[in-house]
C-alpha cells in the first residue's frame, strides 16, 4: 500500500514537472518569435517617408536611417506613377524635386503632372496614401505606407508608370539618428 502510494506520489510530481517544462518551453519559444520578429522589422523600421511641404510645392523625402542599404527603392504615387530607386544608400535622405528627365526613346520628357501634384496625406478627408517599397538587407520586401509597415511578397508593386530616378538626381543628405541601436 505504501509502495503505490508512492508510485501515485511520484507520477504526479512527475506530471506537474511535466507541465510546468511544458510552459516553460512554450514561453522560451513565443519569446524567441517576438525577438525574431523585431529582428526582421529592424532595418524596415528604419526606413521611411513622408510629403512635406516647400516653396515650390510638396516634395517626398525618402530616408534610410539604417546602417544598411536598402534595394528596389519605389516610391508610389496614388496616381499608379512609380520613381525608381536601385538602391538608398545607408543613412541616407533624399528628396525628389520634378525634373526633366531621359526616357527609354533617347528624348527628354517632362516629369509626369502627377509627380508635380503631391499631396499630404489626410485621412480624415479620405486623401489615398502614397506607398514605398523596397527590399532591406535580408531579402524581404516590405511596404510601408503612412499608417503601417508590412512585409509582402516580392516582385511587381502595382506601379503603372516606372520612372527611374537615379541618386545622382536626388538631393541627398545624411539622415539623423542612424546609430545602430
Known amino acids: 500500500m505504501t509502495a503505490a502510494l508512492a508510485a501515485i506520489g511520484g507520477l504526479w510530481a512527475?506530471?506537474?514537472?511535466t507541465y510546468w517544462s511544458q510552459q516553460t518551453a512554450k514561453d522560451q519559444l513565443e519569446q524567441s518569435r517576438e525577438d525574431s520578429d523585431r529582428d526582421e522589422r529592424a532595418q524596415a523600421g528604419r526606413v521611411t517617408f513622408w510629403i512635406a511641404k516647400t516653396r515650390n510645392?510638396?516634395?517626398?523625402h525618402i530616408a534610410n536611417r539604417s546602417?544598411?542599404?536598402?534595394?528596389?527603392?519605389?516610391?508610389?504615387?496614388?496616381?499608379?506613377?512609380g520613381l525608381i530607386l536601385p538602391d538608398l544608400p545607408p543613412c541616407t535622405q533624399v528628396v525628389y524635386m520634378p525634373k526633366p528627365y531621359r526616357g527609354s526613346d533617347g528624348k527628354m520628357h517632362d516629369p509626369p503632372a502627377v509627380l508635380t501634384e503631391w499631396t499630404l496625406f489626410n485621412s480624415q478627408a479620405g486623401t489615398p496614401s502614397p506607398a514605398l517599397f523596397f527590399t532591406d538587407s535580408r531579402g524581404v520586401s516590405w511596404e510601408?505606407?503612412?499608417?503601417?509597415?508590412?512585409p509582402r511578397p516580392?516582385?511587381?508593386?502595382?506601379?503603372?508608370?516606372?520612372l527611374p530616378v537615379l541618386p545622382e538626381e536626388l538631393p541627398a543628405k545624411a539622415a539623423e539618428m542612424c546609430d545602430a541601436e
Open 14 to 17: 512527475q506530471a506537474v514537472t
Open 67 to 81: 546602417p544598411d542599404a536598402v534595394t528596389n527603392v519605389v516610391l508610389e504615387h496614388p496616381g499608379g506613377v
Open 144 to 150: 510601408r505606407r503612412v499608417t503601417a509597415l508590412k
Open 154 to 162: 516580392s516582385g511587381d508593386h502595382g506601379v503603372v508608370v516606372r
Open 57 to 60: 510645392g510638396p516634395r517626398p
